[in-house]
């Protein structure tokens, strides 16, 4: 079983900066994919930016040189450094992890950008 928790959400105005950390626990390996989606109100759920396979990352057109990701494989821990906010960030963003054809999911944190 793996098990993931996220950490890190909360309000920020336009322009700020928030980080956001996944904890993973159980049967991980640092190649399988894990990274971040999110899902705004009424909007599908989308990918943000994830490690595709080891260290190969791939990010959302929108997002590309203002959100980083990271993996700290010791920890089992995936991160995600979110720079100039704006308001269309605004969504809950969700950790998963892939093990072959199963995808875990975490449940989520909500990231608010508003002034």
């Known amino acids: 079983q793996v098990q993931l928790v996220e950490s890190g959400g909360g309000l920020v105005q336009p322009g700020g900066s928030l980080r956001l950390s996944c904890a993973a626990s159980?049967?991980?390996?640092?190649?399988?994919?894990m990274g971040w989606y999110r899902q705004a109100p009424g909007k599908e759920r989308e990918l943000v930016a994830t490690?595709?396979?080891?260290?190969?990352?791939v990010y959302a057109e929108s997002v590309k040189g203002r959100f980083t990701i990271s993996r700290v494989n010791a920890k089992n821990t995936v991160d995600l450094q979110m720079n100039s906010l704006k308001p269309e960030d605004t969504a809950v963003y969700y950790c998963?992890?892939?093990?072959?054809?199963?995808?875990?999911w975490g449940r989520g944190t909500r990231v608010t950008v508003s002034s």
């Open positions: 490690f595709s396979s080891g260290a190969t990352t």
């Open positions: 159980g049967s991980i390996s640092r190649i399988n994919p």
């Open positions: 998963k992890y892939r093990s072959g054809l199963v995808d875990y």
